[in-house]
Structure formats: C-alpha cells, structure tokens
C-alpha cells in the first residue's frame, strides 16, 4: 500500500516569510510525528498527533511552529517568519494504533536564504 | 543526560564481519525498542523491534535487551558494503507514543 508522502520534497524560502510543510499519513494509521533533523544531525522531535487526544507540542522550538491535523489524517506543519536557523529536512512518520513502529515520509528539505 | 545515547562512530568494518552497534537509555520504564537505518540523502527506515530482554533475529540482523542494564544493541552479521548507513537507536516513552531517537552510531563496511 502507500506509504507516508510529503509535499513539497524541496522548500527554499526568504527568510522572514511563511511555510506550510503538508504530511498524509498510512491510511489508518492513528499516530503521527513531525521531525526535524539538520545536516549530520540526529532527529529532533517536534510534535506528534495522537487519534482525538490532544497533541504532544514538546518539542516545539518555539511558537514560530504549529501544526495541525485535520480529519485525523493530512498534517499541516506551518512555520511563520522563518528564521536561517529552520533550515533542515522535516521528517513525518506514522503508525498505527497497535504497534509503535513508525514508518516515514521521504521528508521536506526546507532552505531559508 | 541524553535520554538515549549511541557512539556516533564511525565504526569501520571489513565486509563479512559483524559489526556491533550499541544503545543505552535512561528512561527504566521504557518497554518498546527499535532500531532504523538511514542512508545519506534518505529517511530512516525500520529493521527492528523489541519489546522482551534477550535477543531477536531477523535475517543477518539480531537485536539484544537487557532491561536491567538498560541497553540495547544490534547485531549485523556477514556486513556487506550496503549496510553503510547511519543506524539509529529509539526508544519508546512508556505509556505513550512518543519515541526518543538517539544521534545515530555511521557504520562503514568496507569491500
């Protein structure tokens, strides 16, 4: 079946301006998890969306983040007057309701210039 | 404290070997282990889970649990150049979903 996607794969933006990163997960998967990994770097944990119970924010670096999933399915990250430093690749992962593991998206790598 | 430590290598080792990678976590409680492998330019992918102390197979690839000692390691046998990659070691926070990563041990496998 498909798999996580994400759009757009490539996001080069002015610093200053608005982003909208877009997650659809496995049809039927429950959980999903925004990540943020920087060049070399470990993934960091920003947020993760679980069925109706409200999310888990503690990662976010700061408010200039929020996300939203609407429908229990498709994930909007949203980053407002990006910053340099938001430059990265932002991983979604899903799973389901059983099991844990977490399957992930291809990523969006977003450039701020 | 890093709540889930690995080597960050590179651990080099010759084609046919095994190569070792080793975890420990802080969080006792924790019930569900796994370990993704990473190649450059591309997003992790799962090889395996964990949830009971002792060693799990899977193919070429076994991953060991010890709770008390709280650590966790994977094992590759018969490493080919294609197992070079970054391996990442994940925890999962128990009573939840949320999952704790560590930095990643890079295992280069030479031909």
């Known amino acids: 079946g498909a798999g996580v996607s994400q759009s757009p794969s490539n996001k080069v933006t002015e610093k200053g301006k608005d982003v909208e990163l877009r997650c659809d997960p496995i049809?039927?998967?429950?959980?999903l998890y925004w990540y943020r990994q920087s060049l070399g770097q470990g993934l960091e944990f920003l947020i993760y969306f679980q069925g109706n119970s409200a999310p888990d924010k503690s990662g976010l670096p700061s408010d200039r983040f929020s996300a939203e999933r609407t429908g229990g399915s498709v994930s909007t990250l949203t980053i407002q007057r990006t910053q340099q430093e938001d430059s990265a690749v932002y991983l979604c992962a899903s799973s389901s309701q059983r099991e844990v593991e977490q399957y992930f998206g291809p990523g969006t790598r977003l450039t701020v210039t | 404290q890093k709540e889930v430590e690995q080597n960050s290598g590179p651990l080099s080792v010759p084609e046919g070997a095994i190569a070792s990678l080793n975890c420990t976590y802080s969080d006792r409680v924790s019930q569900s282990f796994f370990w993704y492998r990473q190649y450059s330019g591309k997003s992790p992918e799962l090889i395996m889970s964990?949830?009971?102390?002792g060693d799990k197979e899977d193919g070429r690839f076994t991953a060991q649990l010890n709770k008390a000692s709280q650590y966790v390691s994977l094992l590759i046998r018969d490493s080919q150049p294609s197992d070079s990659a970054t391996y990442l070691c994940?925890?999962?926070?128990?009573?939840?979903?949320?999952?704790?990563f560590g930095a990643g041990t890079r295992l280069f496998v030479k031909a």
């Open positions: 994940a925890v999962n926070v128990a009573g939840g979903f949320k999952t704790i």
């Open positions: 049809s039927g998967h429950t959980a």
């Open positions: 964990i949830y009971s102390n």
